[in-house]
Every structure is written in C-alpha cells, then in structure tokens.
Antibody, heavy 118, light 106 residues
C-alpha cells in the first residue's frame, strides 16, 4: 500500500523558515518524481514544486521561486520542502504527492498545516 | 498559465446523474485529470488522461473531453459523493488546477 506521511506542521512568524518532510512507502520512491502541492484555507489546490526521481531537475511555481527549495533523499525514501522568508500568504495545508502517469498526481499524503502569522 | 474554469457548486439528489464541467483557456489535448476531495481529506485521483478510470474508482465515475472542454460524470450519484471535484491539466507548464466544484447531495 502506498503511503505518504508528511511532518513539520507548525505556526511561524512572517520572515522565518520551516522545513517539511514526507516519508514514502509502498513503492520504489527512487523511481518517481515527487511534488509539493498546497491548499490555502477554503481555497483550491496550487502546485508549488516538482523534483525528478534522481534530483536532476527541480521546478517551482512563481509564487515560491527563490524562497522554497525541494529536495529528496532516496536512501531514506524522504521528500523535503525547505521554506524561507515565509509570508502570511504561504499559510496553507501542504501535501506531498507522487507523480503519476501523464502528469497526474496518483497518491497524496494527508497534509500538514503551515500557519504564518505574527 | 492555463486557466481551468469550473462551476462553483452543484446540488443533486441521490440516484441522479451529474456532470461537472471544466473549460481550459487553451488546448490541453487530453492531458486532463480529475480529483475528488472529501471534507477534511486529501484529494484522490479519479480519472486520468481525460477518460481513464483510476484503479479502485467506482465505474459510476467517467470522464470525457479533449482540447478545451472536459466533463466528469457521476451516474448514479450516491450520498458518499459529497465532495469538491477538481480538474487538473498537465499539457502546459506550470501544471494547474481548476478552482473546484463543490457537489452537494440533497
């Protein structure tokens, strides 16, 4: 059974940093691209970052480019999202999601809540 | 960015047929996917590549369309289908989602 379990939830002040983790199991993690997708309270879904299976390429949404960094450790089956210079508009539920066929997201974690507030 | 437009909400009775539409601002070929998000849960993939049913998804769900106009159909609707449904395109970068259609079962 595929499982994606995020951690790192919390409340932080504007301008600060935070790191999220996502531990994967039930599939060969090192074979798949992985994504972070977020959802602001009562809002829709926003893709924010993609990392290729071998970390050779990374892509970011304009809204987080230069502030967030996606990375992975295939030896630990773990995906990361380092978030710097956090803003109130970064407040959201953050999901890790496995890249599926044809650019879909076929498995999602349960999500972790990040709140940026003074 | 490719904008995907969905109706905000629909209300139907159990046993009825419902169609949820998604219109893209430019062609996405058939690279359109549909997700269901129940309250308080993460999204789950229902349909990929416009019309292909994800493994384990009931056959009550179906998808169609190509180019700019796509439809998710649920027939018949059940009470458990209360959720928000999102379309997502993967033809153009960045990959984008629609704003979601909230389905209420009367």
């Amino acid at each position: 059974e595929v499982q994606l379990v995020e951690s790192g939830e919390g409340l932080v002040q504007p301008g600060s940093s935070m790191k999220l983790s996502c531990v994967a199991s039930g599939f060969t993690f090192s074979n798949y691209g992985m994504n972070w997708i977020r959802q602001a309270p009562k809002k829709g879904l926003e893709w924010i970052a993609l990392i290729y299976y071998d970390s050779s390429s990374k892509y970011y949404a304009d809204s987080v480019k230069g502030r967030f960094t996606i990375s992975r450790d295939n030896s630990k089956n773990t995906l990361y999202l380092e978030m710097n210079s956090l803003r109130s508009e970064d407040t959201a539920m953050y999901y890790c999601a496995k890249r599926g066929d044809y650019g879909s997201y076929d498995y999602w974690g349960q999500g972790v809540m990040v709140t940026v507030s003074s | 960015d490719t904008v995907l437009t969905q109706s905000p909400a629909l209300a139907v009775s159990p046993g009825e047929r419902v169609t949820i539409s998604c219109r893209a601002s430019e062609s996405v070929s058939t690279l359109m996917h549909w997700y269901q998000q129940k309250p308080g849960q993460q999204p789950t993939l229902l349909i990929y590549l416009a019309s292909n049913l994800e493994s384990g998804v009931p056959a009550r769900f179906s998808g169609s369309g190509s180019g700019t106009d796509f439809t998710l159909t649920i027939d018949p609707v059940e009470a458990d289908d209360t959720a928000t449904y999102y379309c997502q395109q993967s033809w153009n970068d960045p990959l984008t989602f629609g704003s979601g259609t909230k389905l209420e079962i009367k």
